[in-house]
Nanobody
Framework: QVQLVESGGGLVQAGDSLRLSCAAS????????MGWFRQAPGKDREFVAA????????YYGDSVKGRFTISRDNAKNTVYLQMNSLQPEDTAVYYC?????????????????WGQGTQVTVSS
């Protein structure tokens, strides 16, 4: 079955960087559009970034544009999220998501497979 496993979260200070990884198994990774979402306590799940399986085009939420970068390595079945200039408002559980042979979407409802999440905490 499809499995997505995030890693790389942790506790950092404002201004620091982190790189999240999401290792996928049980799927033909190159045919999946991959996305990152996050959820802070008491808030809705928020779109962070996505990368199209077909074109490699990338999309970002307004709050992370210019600071975060999504990338993928199809040979390693892994998608990454490079996060720079982290701020306390970036504190959340970050989730990796996948959708099969479909365009990138900012709606979490469009993704069929999810990881368990990794906690990112940014102190001021």
């Amino acid at each position: 079955q499809v499995q997505l496993v995030e890693s790389g979260g942790g506790l950092v200070q404002a201004g620091d960087s982190l790189r999240l990884s999401c290792a996928a198994s049980g799927l033909t990774f190159s045919r999946y559009t991959m996305g990152w979402f996050r959820q802070a306590p008491g808030k809705d799940r928020e779109f962070v970034a996505a990368m199209s399986w077909r074109t490699g085009s990338t999309y970002y939420g307004d709050s992370v544009k210019g600071r975060f970068t999504i990338s993928r390595d199809n040979a390693k079945n892994t998608v990454y999220l490079q996060m720079n200039s982290l701020q306390p408002e970036d504190t959340a559980v970050y989730y990796c998501a996948a959708r099969y042979m479909s365009p990138a979407s900012m709606s979490y409802a469009d993704y069929t497979n999810w990881g368990q999440g990794t906690q990112v905490t940014v102190s001021s």
